[in-house]
């Protein structure tokens, strides 16, 4: 069993900063994050590989945010920096526990066992 706990979101100012926490508690291979806006599906925007903390991003997303693994607090951050108000979602962290059977980072939501309980990014314009 996973458990997946989000903290950070909030409301920021286009152009602003967040970051996110996900606690994880047990064993994983990949954990990534996606958001869902209102009315849309879950997106793919960054997962990392547990052991090798090797990233990934969406394209959306690359060179702006930043996905990082925490030791000591056995976490997995995500560093959002010039947010625009279209990604104003829920954001959540989801685990794949099985990844290094296929040894991808999978953006498809349904590959993904384990969620949090999401956390709300609001970007105003």
């Known amino acids: 069993q996973v458990q997946l706990t989000e903290s950070g979101g909030g409301l920021v100012q286009a152009g602003g900063s967040l970051r996110l926490a996900c606690a994880v508690s047990?064993?994983?291979?990949?954990l990534s994050w996606f958001r869902q806006a209102p009315g849309k599906g879950r997106e793919f925007v960054a997962g990392i590989w547990w052991n090798t903390r090797s990233p990934y991003y969406a394209g959306s997303v690359k060179g702006r945010f930043t996905i990082s693994r925490d030791n000591a607090k056995n976490a997995v951050i995500l560093h959002m920096n010039n947010l625009k108000p279209e990604e104003s979602a829920v954001y959540y962290c989801?685990?794949?526990?099985?990844?290094?059977?296929?040894?991808?980072?999978?953006?498809?939501?349904?590959?993904?066992?384990?969620w949090g309980q999401g956390t709300q990014v609001t970007v105003s314009s």
């Open positions: 047990g064993r994983t291979d990949v």
């Open positions: 989801a685990a794949d526990v099985d990844a290094l059977r296929t040894l991808i980072i999978q953006t498809n939501d349904r590959e993904y066992e384990y």
